[in-house]
């Protein structure tokens, strides 16, 4: 039988919330309004190929994973996986000038044959792979301060 940890939401974290189950971080963000056009805010997620936070959301999405790489089950998941620190499944964050969100290329979620971008109230990550998108979104951040 499978635990769910929740992780205590941090001020760092925002509108983020996280929980880590079965070798996964599942990341949520609470939309900041709440009617039909939730849906225009809420992160967007295609299956196994990646996903988009808006603009505002990263520094807490990044907050969340760094929040996430602090908990025992994420070490654990990073030496029973036994992976290289240096594969890297993640793409550079880009941001798109038109809607203000910022995608990243990568293992989002399981692949299931569905093509584009859709908004979602979840972003499933393996914790394997939570590190490769902390510094994706860390370089996408830090990028920003320097212009």
Known sequence: ??????IPVTAA????????????ALFACAP???????VRVLPRMW???GL????????GLLASVGEVMKTPLYWISR?????????EPWTAARQDPDDGF????????RADGSVGYRPVYHLPVALAEVRGLRI???AHLGAGSLV
């Open 32 to 38: 900041s309004i709440e009617d039909h056009t939730a």
């Open 1 to 6: 039988m499978t635990t769910m940890y929740v």
């Open 47 to 49: 299956p196994g190929r």
């Open 102 to 109: 910022v995608y990243v290329s990568g293992p989002c979620g």
């Open 79 to 87: 030496h029973e996986l036994a992976r290289s620190w240096d594969a």
């Open 52 to 59: 988009g936070v808006a603009g505002t959301d990263v520094a």
């Open 13 to 24: 974290m925002q509108r983020w919330s996280v929980s880590v189950e079965a070798g996964v």
């Open 136 to 138: 994706r979104l860390g």
